[in-house]
């Protein structure tokens, strides 16, 4: 035998020899049936009933039927004999034929065995090691030893005889056997040999660990399959409020809330590979704590734990229902800006009284329009809807049935719409409809005439017997997405100019004959314009004669356009631009201003009589700025023109309306101390009643009736109604275009008051007014 | 007296306390795991009428003495008499209840 199997045989026998009045158990492992194996359990046998009869277990391991087993006491030879019990484990590995041989105990083994158990050794020292061990062992205790159990004893009996001889002779030590094969047991009580106990316990080598664990900073605890609370480290008991003792014992499922079998599943996880799931622990106080568990099963011996760590999630949660809580508010804030978006989408693309998608909105759904048809022969049609009386609306009813109008029309329009069609507010009653996929042409004229129908239903107040708002249309067409937006909407524009010229409530469609119009009627604006720029706009005066005298008594003001070559054109060849472009308005001013400042100097050089008047003609656009009276105060202001020789003439079809702004306008002009007077009187509607309601100083007496004095005997009836109608309203007749003598003397007889015409002069430029006056004595 | 072949063996009465020693080793798992089992067995059968003395051998492994202990944990009962051990840490209820006498449909 070498050195170390002497040695382990040495210290075997002194462990057998430690605690001889236990119970022991051994195991001999051995490798099939081979004769060596043969012989180590008979010596093995032999070597413990020698020694430890009646006291011992012996089990015999083949380990060739189970290599597994070899493992669990270390065998790693064959024969071994491990003896497990008592502690510590010690293994004889090698032929135990020798074991019985001449090998002796040194004499310090057997004085440290005398001390350690207190006991003297029976035999001597030198004497066969295991004659010796059997010497001292004692005999059990009697009074200890219960009997047998009846089935210990019928498997002894049937027992074959070289395997597991076990034999029990103390009811301890069945009931250890059994609690350690069963793994129930971790730790062992082991005399010191000085009459005093140790405790080995399992933990020693795991103490770090369990150290860790329980100063770890969650909760830890180890649970049975059974739901109960094996341990619970320190951080639990503080997070449960409780002591230690309470929870180890107590089921898991007392300190859960909710669904507590669900989660002890998910505690468990699938196929016991352990998950992490959140829960709520109820703590002694009955607060629910929220943690994270984590869990990891563990097989042991058969017996299955889980090992749970408890993250105390009560901060965090708190963190989170703040992050929550701010996600929140934020989300409201986004909101309310989302609607502020939307709000300043809809308010930067829609029209807010209507509703109405507005003009960058319609360029955009048209260009869209244009698009999706091209390479088609697809037509997209613009309709530019201007409403007729919207104005007379306004004025007459006020803003808020004017409002009133718009929005029905913008109802009357959508609902008559397909879906696909748009309508667009773009000024205050003008309207554009697109209707991006119309067959042809003709088509979008049957719409057109189809919106002019409807819209004739719409009228500002529906309860009376009004007049229809109705409108003018100008229709526009793009054939396979040609032309853009901007064009489509001009070109319509220009359509529903020519619908209003040519006499409103209809429909016209922009082909190129309009547009040659339409262009002829740019460029003579454009030439109006410039001329107006370049002060080519000059005043002729014509001489207006007091018929009692035959005294020049004034001048009326007659515009002239000098064209760059010097000619001159008369009013015909550029007023009705200036009426459709609105440049009247200049126009008037530039008139107006000319005048009072020509007559004024004509007055201050003594050329002309201080009685003399000027009269200048008024347009109504003139008085659609709404301030007329301050303009021509500044104008009287700046000239230094004598308020009451300015005649201001107004055409009659001006004021047919009566529009309240425009008599507001007129009183003030007439407190103003310039005279009004009505131009062409009796070729348009003026009643009796525009003529009291109306601050007038004088008619002018129309050209046609005075030229028809002569012949026709009517014209002579009506011109002496209106003379003596004028005087008894206490208004000056004038009379326009006398040509003869005859008709200055029928209109001298009638009792007309003054007069102008070719028979006394032609308008004058003004260089030649001077000269006129002085010489003239009708 | 043998717990296994006594038919008559000592049911507990109505108000008969159940004095019972669990021997541990400090926080051993096998000791707390008997600790827990004892408890739960306690409650259902002993319900307010047992007291568990829990002795810790880390702290005096001397106190082994007094009941023998060669393992544990390991459950003495003191009282009722006779006094009876079960090393183990009493995983097998039905096993323990046998054992203490509180069962006797115990079959091998």
Redesign the interface.
């Given at each position: 035998m070498t050195d170390a199997v002497d040695a382990t045989l040495e210290q075997f026998r002194t462990e057998l020899a430690a605690a001889p009045h236990?119970a022991y158990e051994l195991t001999l492992y051995v490798s099939g049936a081979s004769d060596l194996s043969t012989r180590a359990i008979a010596d093995a046998r032999q070597l413990c009933d020698t020694h430890l009869a009646g006291k011992y277990f012996l089990s015999v391991v083949d380990v060739n039927e189970d290599a597994c087993v070899r493992g669990t006491n270390g065998a790693l030879a064959t024969p071994t004999l491990v003896k497990n019990w008592p502690l510590p484990v010690h293994r004889l590995v090698g032929d135990l034929s020798d074991s019985d041989g001449g090998t002796t105990p040194s004499p310090e083994a057997a004085k440290n065995r005398q001390r350690r158990n207190g006991l003297a050794p029976a035999t001597s020292e030198t004497g066969p090691w295991l004659e010796r061990l059997h010497g001292r062992a004692e005999r059990p205790d009697e009074s200890?030893v219960?009997?047998p159990?009846?089935?210990d004893g019928a498997r002894k009996e049937s027992m074959p005889s070289p395997i597991a001889p076990v034999r029990t002779t103390d009811?301890?030590?069945v009931?250890?056997f059994?609690?350690?094969g069963?793994g129930?047991?971790?730790?062992?009580?082991v005399s010191d040999g000085a009459g005093?106990?140790?405790?080995f316990?399992?933990?020693t080598a795991d103490r770090p660990y369990?150290m860790f664990v329980e100063n770890m900073r969650d909760g830890a605890a180890?649970v049975?399959s059974g739901g109960?609370?094996?341990?619970a480290n320190r951080r639990l008991a503080e997070m449960l409020s409780c002591a230690r003792e309470t929870i180890?014992?107590?089921?898991l499922a007392r300190w859960m809330t909710g669904a507590v079998p669900t989660a002890l599943d998910e505690i468990r996880g699938p196929a016991g590979l352990g998950a992490i799931v959140e829960l709520d622990l109820l703590d002694g106080d009955g607060t629910s704590i929220p943690v994270r568990v984590g869990s990891s099963p563990l097989d042991?011996d058969d017996?299955r734990?889980i090992c749970l760590t408890f993250i105390d999630l009560s901060a965090q949660k708190s963190q989170d229902r703040e992050i929550a809580r701010l996600g929140e508010a934020q989300a409201e804030r986004m909101a309310d800006l989302e609607v502020a978006q939307a709000a300043l989408t809809q308010q930067a693309t829609h029209d807010a009284l209507t509703g109405l998608p507005n003009r960058a909105l319609l360029v955009d759904r048209i260009d869209q329009a244009l698009f999706r048809s091209k390479r088609s022969e697809r037509c997209t049609a613009v309709f530019f809807v201007d409403l007729d009386r919207f104005k007379h609306v306004n004025d007459t009813q006020g803003h808020a049935a004017g409002d009133d109008v718009l929005r029905s029309v913008a109802k009357r329009l959508e609902l008559l719409l397909r879906p696909m069609d748009t309508v667009a507010r773009i000024g205050a009653d003008e309207f554009v409809v697109l209707a991006p996929d119309v067959d042809s042409r003709l088509h979008a004229v049957d719409i057109a005439n189809r919106l002019l129908i409807e819209l004739m239903s719409v009228s500002s107040d529906p309860t009376a017997d009004s007049e229809p708002v109705a409108a003018s249309i100008g229709v526009s067409v793009s054939v396979g997405g040609r032309g853009t937006a901007e064009i489509l909407l001009k070109e319509a524009d220009m359509a529903m100019y020519e619908a209003k010229s040519l006499g409103r409530g209809r429909a016209e469609v922009f082909d190129e004959a309009l547009r040659g119009q339409v262009q002829e009627r740019l460029t003579a604006q454009l030439m109006l314009q410039s001329a107006l720029d370049d002060r080519r706009i000059i005043a002729y005066y014509q001489p207006i004669i007091d018929l009692p005298t035959g005294m020049v008594a004034g001048l009326e003001a007659l515009a002239r356009l000098v064209e760059p070559d010097g000619s001159i054109l008369p009013p015909a060849a550029f007023m009705p631009v200036a009426e459709d472009s609105g440049l009247v308005v200049p126009l008037g001013t530039q008139m107006l201003e000319m005048a009072c400042r020509e007559a004024r100097r004509w007055q201050l050089s003594g050329l002309t009589p201080s009685l003399l008047t000027v009269a200048v003609n008024l347009s109504a656009c003139q008085f659609e700025t709404g301030d007329l009276p301050t303009l021509v105060r500044g104008v009287l202001e700046d000239t230094g023109f004598d308020p009451a020789k300015l005649h201001l003439e107004l055409i009659e079809t001006a004021i047919i309306d009566l529009r309240p702004d425009i008599l507001l306008q007129l009183g003030r002009l007439r407190d103003l101390g310039v005279e009004i007077g009505l131009d062409d009187f009796g070729t348009g509607y003026a009643s009796l009643t525009h003529l009291r309601r109306l601050p007038l100083t004088f008619v002018k007496i129309d050209r046609s009736f005075v030229s028809g004095i002569e012949t026709d005997h009517e014209d002579d009836r009506i011109v002496s109604a209106v003379v003596d109608l004028a005087a008894n309203l206490g208004l000056r007749s004038i009379a326009e275009g006398i040509e003869t003598q005859i008709q200055l003397d029928r209109l001298r007889e009638l009792g007309c008051d003054q007069a102008q015409g070719y028979l006394f002069a032609r308008p004058l430029p003004p260089a030649d007014v001077p000269q006129a006056i002085q010489h003239s004595a009708w | 007296v043998?717990a296994?072949?006594g038919a008559d063996f000592a049911i507990p009465q109505g108000g008969e306390v159940w004095y019972l020693r669990l021997y541990?080793?400090?926080?051993?798992?096998?000791?707390?795991?008997?600790?827990?089992?004892?408890?739960?067995l306690c409650e259902e059968h002993l319900a307010g009428r047992y007291e568990i003395e829990i002795i810790d051998?880390?702290d005096d492994?001397?106190f082994?003495?007094s009941d023998?202990?060669?393992?544990?944990?390991t459950l003495v009962r003191r009282l009722p008499a006779p006094l009876r051990?079960?090393?183990?840490?009493?995983?097998?209820t039905q096993r323990v209840l046998v054992g203490l006498e509180l069962r006797s449909d115990f079959s091998?």
């Open positions: 236990e200890r219960e009997s159990d009846a089935v009811a301890d030590a009931e250890l059994r609690a350690i069963a129930e047991v971790d730790a062992f009580v005093g106990q140790q405790i316990t399992l933990s369990r180890t049975s109960l609370i094996l341990y180890v014992g107590s089921p042991l017996d734990l | 043998n296994a072949n541990i080793a400090g926080q051993s798992p096998k000791s707390l795991f008997a600790f827990a089992n004892l408890k739960k051998l880390v492994p001397s082994a003495r023998d202990i060669l393992a544990v944990p051990k079960i090393i183990g840490d009493l995983s097998n091998p």
